[in-house]
């Protein structure tokens, strides 16, 4: 986490070690390990329910220090001598969890405000935004989970390189590795329209990838005269966009309507998409940041562990 890595002194002198996890504007997430250890010399030996519970119990004994200092704290900075609203509250016993930056965390819950619970929090993380094909986002969903529940790195490869083997296979629906966007400037970079004997619009430069796929798939359906009989894309339109190979249309990608594809247009994205190049800016990409934080190789340079297993 970068805003951790420079600490105030009042909070942890430099070269002291930081067992801050993470913090945002109301919480703390601490790494309890050390301090379980320290007073359980039997800890690493209990069932993870055990473990759980003891972790809560001294959670509980910081909140009530905490909250007796508060009440020096209204007094001494705030001139507070009577009842105030400061408060310290256990939220919940993490048993691993995983911090990529601020507000973008996954977390193993098994206890909540002293309930036993067994759920995942997920927050802000790449794969849960609507721009992200959904078969992509399972995936990654599934191995956060693994992850975060013990999961080897040679079964995540393992799981990888399957998952990778169905997505290049010719029988995956192309529809699901579309792109889902909406075109909300395509008025803006359509330039001029296609003269006489020409196929394509001029496009201004700096149009966005899924606005370029959107005008060449109108520019298409226009030149197979298909667009009486189909929607063509209109700005503010909701589309998937997938690459292309080299084509001979020397477009290198083209949006679709999901509910209304043509089928020269099918056929044309079936023979052409570039299943490879989807896999690989789509999920191949995050994987390796996600890689990255673990301190495992996907053959580029270790970064750092950020996973905290309590």
């Not at 508060?70 to 256990?90: C, D, L, Q, W």
């Not at 992850?147 to 490869?157: E, R």
């Amino acid at each position: 986490m970068k805003n951790l890595e420079k600490i105030p002194n009042f909070i942890c002198e430099e070269g002291s070690e930081n067992f801050i996890a993470y913090n945002d504007t109301d919480s703390l997430y601490v790494n309890a390990e050390p301090i379980v250890k320290y007073l359980f010399p039997d800890f690493e030996d209990k069932s993870d329910k055990e473990k759980d519970k003891l972790l809560e119990k001294v959670a509980l004994q910081y909140q009530d220090l905490i909250n007796k200092y508060y009440n020096e704290m209204a007094v001494s900075i705030f001139n507070v001598k009577g009842p105030h609203r400061f408060e310290m509250k256990t939220e919940a016993v993490i048993r691993s969890a995983y911090f990529r930056a601020t507000r973008r965390y996954a977390q193993w819950i098994t206890k909540s405000e002293g309930v036993d619970v067994d759920k995942l929090d997920i927050k802000g993380l790449e794969f849960m935004k609507a721009n992200f094909p959904p078969i992509f986002g399972d995936f990654f969903n599934e191995t956060l989970e693994k992850v975060l529940k013990g999961g080897k790195q040679n079964d995540i490869d393992n799981a990888l390189k399957k998952f990778k083997e169905k997505i290049l296979s010719e029988n995956m629906d192309f529809t699901l590795l579309g792109n889902p966007t909406s075109v909300k400037t395509l008025n803006k970079y359509l330039k001029s329209k296609p003269k006489s004997g020409e196929i394509f619009s001029i496009i201004s430069q700096g149009a966005p990838a899924p606005v370029k796929a959107a005008i060449k798939y109108n520019d298409l359906l226009k030149f197979w005269n298909l667009d009486k009989q189909h929607s063509t894309i209109v700005q503010g339109d909701k589309v998937k966009w997938v690459y292309l190979n080299p084509n001979p249309y020397r477009i290198e990608a083209i949006a679709f309507l999901e509910f209304d594809i043509p089928e020269r247009i099918r056929t044309l994205i079936e023979q052409y998409i570039d299943r490879t190049k989807s896999f690989e800016t789509i999920l191949e990409s995050k994987l390796k940041g996600f890689y990255e934080d673990l301190n495992w190789d996907f053959n580029m340079n270790p970064y750092r562990n950020i996973i905290f297993e309590f």
